[in-house]
């Protein structure tokens, strides 16, 4: 599962993959975390200076590290990011030693043999997967009409998540920011 930060910039969201620790502003930074779970696919961490200058989910945050959860957005003065778990599949060679020694496809049932191109379910945010496929069978799932994950649901075919374009008005929360920046300095 990969964890995208989105960020915006000449009129569109861009995403950037979040591996170790991705700086916003000078008093915060967002951080992978390891195992992802439904309720935290990374954290943020805010330096005793950043205390009540980053928001989430509508709150300003104290120091310290807090969890944020798929699609979050995370307010700093006059900037904003959100947090998404991309679930794409991961294509990979069976290996016995990696992925156990009797594992079956999912879909045919058939043992695999070791070398054999396999897909991996890796799930979603909210329903982590790891269901094995062959390659081939995932291939052919994928042909059927509305097929999802029989394990988790997962949809190969939903579209990247995106966050929304933001109003051209500032929203009354990032007015609120912007008042306290001003009143500290
Ligand atoms: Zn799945």
Not at 18 to 31: K, N, P, Q, S, W
Not at 90 to 96: G, Q, S, V
Request: with cysteine; glycine share 8%; charged share 25%.
């Amino acid at each position: 599962m990969r964890i995208l930060v989105w960020k915006w910039k000449d009129g569109d969201w861009h995403p950037e993959q979040l591996t170790g620790l991705f700086r916003i502003g000078c008093a915060a930074a967002l951080m992978s975390i390891d195992p992802v779970r439904a309720d935290a696919i990374a954290v943020v961490v805010v330096a005793e200076a950043g205390s009540n200058i980053v928001g989430v989910r509508g709150s300003l945050l104290p120091a310290g590290i807090s969890a944020l959860r798929d699609r979050d957005k995370i307010d700093l003065i006059g900037e904003t990011y959100w947090v998404s778990a991309e679930c794409s599949p991961r294509e990979e060679i069976y290996d016995p030693l990696r992925h156990g020694s009797d594992v079956r496809c999912f879909m045919t049932k058939a043992r695999l043999r070791a070398g054999e191109p396999i897909t991996v379910c890796v799930g979603t945010a909210t329903a982590p997967c790891g269901t094995v496929y062959r390659q081939r069978a995932w291939a052919d799932l994928l042909t059927r009409p509305g097929f999802r994950c029989p394990n988790c649901s997962y949809d190969p075919r939903a579209e990247l998540w995106k966050p929304p374009v933001p109003l051209e008005r500032p929203l009354p929360f990032s007015q609120a920011l912007r008042a306290m920046q001003e009143a500290r300095q």
